[in-house]
């Protein structure tokens, strides 16, 4: 487990291989080449026997690195789907992802949160962190649509060193219909990191899911993350939509002295 690994130039190295001796070649598992702008998962060595070293390239190399290694029972080993990155049973459904696919999270049972129409929900993550994978899914019995409102979004992350800048954007809000995340076809939206607002969504069905997830481990970085988002589901039937644009508007938004229409066309007409 990489807590932090800083390898400054790209012929500094740091290796993991099976069995005792570094020099052969073919027990090499993994190599991490310099700078800085690695994500770092776990690395499993499925033998009871393993090497690290740890290479400087040339005179000024810089290494810095706080590596931990802890013994396991690799017969409980799981492959995530899209990557050769394994992890084990008790990163399942810990709310931590651990492969780039979600694959340790996205399966898990949640449960889902029943609202009547126009009854507000407001999901709050104060504090995201890195690697956090949380889902939320909604259903309603009296509506056949959402309104997401985006009360906050602040999801920002920076990684500065030694003159470099790196932005880490992986961090995303999606939304989508139904009760399955890991279902492509389904996603009606995608917020990603330095986004500071976004117009509400509309979801045109009665089951639905959020999923807020934080960035790749980077170090050394800094990271804000904040979400605030409300969920009410209402008739989509019952809404107009505005002159100029595909944006859906309430019964009560027209004329209420606000407009949510570009071109006024919800404040234009009303009788004064
Ligand atoms: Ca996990
Ligand atoms: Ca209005």
Not at 13 to 40: A, C, E, R, W
Not at 47 to 76: C, F, H, K, P
Not at 198 to 225: A, Q
Request: glycine share 6%.
């Amino acid at each position: 487990m990489f807590q932090y690994l800083y390898l400054y130039y790209d012929d500094d190295k740091f290796q993991i291989g099976t069995g005792n001796d570094p020099s052969d070649i073919q027990s090499v598992i993994t190599t991490i080449h310099g700078l800085i702008d690695y994500s770092y998962y776990d690395v499993y060595v499925d033998t009871d026997e393993m090497w690290i070293a740890v290479i400087g390239g040339n005179a000024s190399a810089r290494i810095e690195m706080d590596v931990e290694i802890i013994s396991v029972d690799l017969s409980n080993l799981l492959q995530c789907r899209t990557s050769g990155i394994s992890f084990t049973t008790n990163d399942l459904c810990d709310g931590v992802f651990k492969c780039p696919d979600f694959a340790d999270e996205a399966q898990c049972s949640h449960p889902s949160t029943f609202l009547l129409e126009n009854e507000n929900h407001t999901i709050t993550f104060p504090d995201i962190y890195e690697q956090m994978y949380n889902a939320s899914f909604l259903k309603t019995n009296s509506a056949n649509g959402f309104r997401v409102k985006f009360l906050a979004i602040y999801l920002e992350c920076y990684a500065h060193e030694y003159g470099y800048t790196n932005y880490c954007d992986d961090a995303n809000i999606q939304i989508g219909t139904g009760n399955d995340t890991t279902n492509s076809q389904s996603i009606v939206k995608t917020v990603r990191a330095y986004t500071s607002y976004e117009d509400d969504v509309y979801v045109g069905s009665n089951e639905m899911w959020i999923t807020v997830v934080g960035f790749l481990r980077y170090r050394p970085y800094t990271f804000y993350g904040r979400v605030e988002i409300e969920v009410t589901p209402i008739s989509l039937s019952s809404m107009s939509l505005c002159s100029n644009s595909d944006k859906l508007l309430l019964q009560g938004e027209i004329c209420d002295g606000t407009y949510q229409c570009d071109d006024y066309w919800d404040e234009k007409s009303c009788s004064k």
